[in-house]
């Protein structure tokens, strides 16, 4: 059986390996139940890799490492105890702290992914 990842959009938190983080997660960020799949990317802004749920015609929905947007304070935001700090920052996308990232990917780059 696949692990699961949860995704709390209005707590911003991500639950896995039994343990839950903070996240930035956008008022567009999609809800339902996904597969998620690791990929790799030259494009410097995800660090060499993310992990994608749901992909449209027009935008692509991923998990990845927290990235620095000029006057988003996301780095911050993230380490805020408080969800509505970090609710409705990105475009879709959950972000997460860097080495949260890492330990998803270790355990659940395949796993299937809910997000409510």
């Not at 139940?33 to 015609?57: N, P, V, W």
Request: glycine letters at 6%; a positive charge; hydrophobic letters at 35%.
């Amino acid at each position: 059986m696949l692990p699961e990842v949860v995704v709390d959009v209005a707590a911003a938190i991500i639950c896995f390996a039994s343990a839950c983080h903070p996240v930035l997660v956008g008022k567009d960020t999609p809800r339902g139940e996904f597969q998620l799949t690791h990929y790799t990317t030259k494009a410097r802004i995800y660090g060499g890799d993310f992990l994608s749920f749901k992909e449209t015609r027009d935008s692509l929905y991923t998990i990845h490492r927290v990235v620095n947007v000029p006057g988003q304070e996301r780095r911050a935001r993230l380490k805020s105890p408080d969800a509505n700090r970090r609710n409705s920052i990105t475009h879709g996308c959950i972000n997460v702290d860097p080495a949260v990232y890492d330990e998803l990917v270790k355990c659940c780059y395949n796993a299937k992914l809910v997000v409510k």
